[in-house]
């Protein structure tokens, strides 16, 4: 098993590109989303291998062990890494519950998510913008009823 370390996240929401170098194993108290539109990377989450491609979305829930492997050349996506407090209506779910997958393949999600990522990459430049959480609440919102849940053991 690899050496995994704690990263200390010093802003509540960051909604950006997504990480173009690997990254070691490491745990946050943040969430931790990505969402490839070109390119692919290999990423391990909760020790689960995952190639993600484009319209696939990664996700790490709050203390859980997670790695860029491998990103490739042409990769491009967005990262929604926050704190489950920011967000009030999901904040149960992150604290209480885990994914069963940590990937959510392109071909079983909303096509409404398509929109919603793209809206969230035009606007992530936008340092205070009100729009960044209301997107959020709306990509949690059709995420959480696309995927299936497990109480945390």
């Known amino acids: ?27 946050h108290d943040v969430a931790e989303i990505v969402c490839i539109t ?6 391990t989450i909760a020790g689960k291998q995952l190639t993600v491609s484009p319209g696939d979305i990664a996700m790490a829930f709050p203390a859980t062990p997670h790695s ?10 967005l990262a ?8 009030g209506e999901f904040t149960h779910k992150f604290r209480t519950m885990t994914v ?7 071909a079983d999600k909303p096509f409404e998510m398509d929109h919603i990522i793209r809206y969230l990459q035009e606007i992530s430049q936008q340092t205070d913008s009100p ?9 949690l919102s059709y995420l959480f009823s696309s995927i299936q849940l497990q109480p945390l053991e």
Do not use: Q, W
């Open 1 to 27: 098993m690899n050496p995994v370390f704690y990263e200390r996240r010093t802003e509540d929401i960051f909604v950006g590109e997504i990480c173009y170098n690997p990254f070691p194993s490491h745990v």
């Open 80 to 87: 929604l890494i926050f704190s489950p407090d920011t967000i």
């Open 38 to 43: 070109e390119g692919y990377l290999y990423m």
């Open 100 to 106: 069963i997958s940590p990937m959510l393949h392109a």
């Open 131 to 139: 729009l960044k959480l209301g997107y959020l609440h709306l990509f």
């Open 68 to 77: 860029y492997d491998y990103i490739s050349k042409d990769a491009k996506g």
